[in-house]
């Protein structure tokens, strides 16, 4: 590790997750480096070469980030331990000086063009889309001189001497896309009271009712998912493992215990952190799967077994 | 308490709870006395009068004996510590000499009767049947001469001076009944492989999904009941409680984590005991719920907590 | 069937059966006769030689009656018309002129006496309680002078000649026994909005979770149970049939669905009738499972199936 | 419609999807035409300029296809009636007489390249991996010089005048990809005994224990999933619609009372169709779930109800 604190993330510069990186205290005395894609952006974390990476996680409108779903799924373990939302706005960037009629040719990364689709179709039915590997590389080709215009954030405009088209060219207001930082392995931070635990399960074996099983094991203990993915294992169509995102912290009785009872239940349970949420919002706690109800019966429970050592306090 | 252990049954005697008494190690050195009723038996023990008290539970044709739930459930808490399983086989008792076709009257503990129902009807379909407060007080009946014969125990004839007149009388072979050793509350006996836990369960309030809630803790932990028993509560039709017995001791982490489970979703969880099986079958205990992956599970839990203390190995 | 219709009860006269038939308007053009027993009053009903029977159904104290319910589990089937329930009052009956410290003996059904147990052993701390059949036969037995007192409904007391010594002299107040009105099979009472439907259901083996999945079956349906009672089969300790009562009639949607769910599941499925509530109380229906939305739900699937024929508009 | 069948498929030509059209008997005597893209391929079948589309479905390393998965859930609604499967390997195409060492720059469709990401990462260190619309488009850029070599299936080259520089290059060996053939809604196509059914289903409310209570609706009824993908709905974050292939036919009983159940419950479910399964295997059916055991049912009930009408068999 370097002595500077070193953060990565999607590049090139330009990109919303260079934006969302910004957002993040720990990046104001931080050095802040781009890199071309997820894979090399958690790679530097793993070896060593960078100390956390921001990258996207899932779009309201286009779904999960499958590359970063799967690269957090496998090789070395990794830990998420901040969050951070934005607002997606697209403009339509161009160089000085272009008129909106004389666009041939649009280019951007292939997830925002689906988001642009009807506002595309409407005012440039004629222009062709180029896909490129980043939104910021679509301005870079428009400031090269490579295609017309560039669907991309307002905020890379000055960065590559275009200019503002047509903002908010996006067919749905209110889109978001939720980035994620990572790092090495640690303790996670300390709960917030507004928390958010990611896991990633790989059932034991195929049988139809083991996502039953998965959920039921959430919520008897009064834990609420917030977002459930299937991704294939690799091992053939109908193979599946499930990434999911569920309300709480791990050092919270109801999460601890769901979690220990699915490591007990499927072949791998793999932690990707707790981490306080973006949206500040205080998930929902029944007063029966609160930390005060698991201490409690564990207390009752210790009683029960004439148990006369001391008890830890946590349900799990 | 005494120096000498004082047992007490629901007498008098003759009846099948000092049979049943009778078959366990801690009877061959104590002091055996009847009781008139199963209220009379627990309160000794609760007085501290006895040391423990041997009353019937369930009969496999009867049913449970709601005297015993009922007593269990309400006032002092006592702890049920053994359970003896009889068979249970009928005779016809007499006064020696009296032939089948001069009985007139045949009088038992209302229990027994429906168990002879079809007996009585085909051999004796003109006797009158009159209750008594037990088998054994019919036979005293019998040898009073205020009735001509009892269904009870054959062991009951030598007490009472009577004969049998016919034996097997009972419609169905194989009847058992199940008799529990009921203590005060104390830490309890080590886990045998092979043992029971009884519960009482009160509904926080009467929603109609309770029921299924609650076996559903018991089943995510895959702890299998062996007997479910609605009792009303007495605050009005449609409100019960559940009396449980499951498979498993207290003291073995599925068992626990579902114990306390219930504790937390409950009103009330009344422990009545874990307890080696009068039948001696092992529960089937899937390796997702056994001792050792709870305690995998724990210590795997801990790591991810960044727990460096110590941790105790049972999953509650 | 004779010409005119002909009801029996369980007696003798002066029960609280008695009281609960009378409430009924088909009593007041029938001939009401009692028979000693439950199993007399519906082999009555079976054999032809009566029209209807009112027995005892479960009592908010004491619990289910378990002759009722294993009569009706077992023989010809028989079938649930209406239900009665009434409030439960005791009063100590005497010979006129008979004064509380006189009385040596009490005698009532088993039944009664717990309901009085704690008035018993303030009032009459040394008098010795009797069985007797019924609480009419123990006000019987006062008459002839066999037993001081009685455990009875008050309006016993001039049928046979005797005064009331105390009233209410139950422990506790608002205690209501439900009664049944039994007739032979035939098609159910039209829906009233306010039901009740009665099934025993036999499990197809012996699984653990076999009450889970029958409890299941009525939930993902929206039908509400109002009672669950396990009775032995005989088959030996731990096999069990269960005895439901639910919300609604079998000729809702719900209902009916989950009757045949049950049917498919279960070893057997014995219906015991719709009728309606004597409290009046109309079932919580959620929109989803209405019988409009099993009719939209039919409508559509037929639809999806490309169906031509006419649709019925039950969800069965 | 025209009078010859006309059916498009995701082009360019060359692509798996062509090939996988091919191995449907329908394509023998229709007209095939490749369309850009899987909007365009759809549209042209709900406009009626196609009389089916054949787009990619779903990938055992890449997962789902989102654009197929939102395109067919949103807009005028479409019917899957055939699936293929396909066993994808990957060649490396370049211009005849290229060696391998002159490799610069690699060209295919985004989700090629993660599937053969080792080999490339292993054979071709230091070449550029450049974005196309389709591995055919890849293959026609290497044919005009735009790029030196195209990952896609080896039966391309051919048509591109291309030679294969490697074959089998992909890092997992056996890897699939799932197509499905769309048409105009339709009644399905008969059953089977092989079949699966796909809806999308959108929740009635965002309430945490939603995706529970769906699954509960297919698991009582014995419906085994074989796919579950959730999908934003686009109102932001946390809000998903599921896609889903079960196990059976809509017109097997079970199958439409899970599907008749979930339309009481969701706010919408589209079904997307029953068709044969590509794999032949038949779906595990419980006896209790078998058509014959709902049509049991559905007599049985009838009976209670005292309907005399007749009955259909299905058991929606």
């Known amino acids: 590790m370097t002595s500077t604190t070193r953060l990565v993330y999607l590049g090139p510069p330009g990109t919303f997750s260079e934006a969302a990186l910004m957002t993040l205290p720990i990046a104001d005395r931080a050095q802040l480096d781009p890199l071309p894609n997820v894979a090399a952006a958690l790679d530097a974390v793993r070896q060593g070469d960078a100390d956390g990476a921001l990258v996207p996680f899932e779009n309201s409108v286009e779904g999960s980030v499958s590359t970063t779903l799967d690269e957090l799924a496998s090789g070395d373990l990794l830990q998420v331990t901040a969050e951070v939302v934005l607002l997606i706005r697209f403009a339509l960037l161009a160089r000085p000086g272009t008129v909106i009629d004389a666009v041939r040719t649009v280019s951007s990364h ?6 642009c689709r009807r506002w595309l179709a409407k005012n440039l039915p004629d222009a ?30 000055p960065r590559y001497g275009l200019s503002v088209l047509a903002d908010d060219v996006q067919d749905v207001d209110g889109a978001q896309t939720r980035f994620v930082l990572v790092t090495r392995p640690a303790p996670p931070p300390p709960p917030t009271g507004s928390d958010r635990t990611t896991v990633v399960l790989f059932e034991r074996d195929d049988h139809p009712g083991a996502l039953l099983e998965i959920l039921t094991e959430f919520a008897v203990r009064g834990v609420n998912l917030t977002r459930l993915e299937s991704r294939p294992t690799g091992a053939g169509l109908g193979r599946y493992s ?64 004439g148990d006369t050592r001391a008890r830890s306090t946590d349900g799990s």
Chains 1, 2, 3, 4 share one sequence.
């Open 110 to 115: 292939p997830h925002a063009q689906p988001q």
């Open 128 to 157: 062709r889309w180029e896909p490129s590997f980043s939104n910021s590389e679509a301005a870079r080709r428009v400031q090269a001189g490579e295609v017309d215009a560039a669907l991309a954030g307002a905020f890379a405009a």
């Open 242 to 305: 499930f990434s999911v995102d569920c309300e709480g912290h791990v050092s919270e009785a109801r999460v601890g215990e769901a979690l220990s009872a699915l490591h007990r239940v499927c072949a791998e349970v793999r932690f990707l952190g707790s981490y306080s949420r973006a949206d500040g919002r205080a998930g929902v706690v029944r007063p029966s799967t609160s930390d005060d109800a698991f201490h409690e019966a564990a207390v009752w429970l210790s009683g029960l077994r």
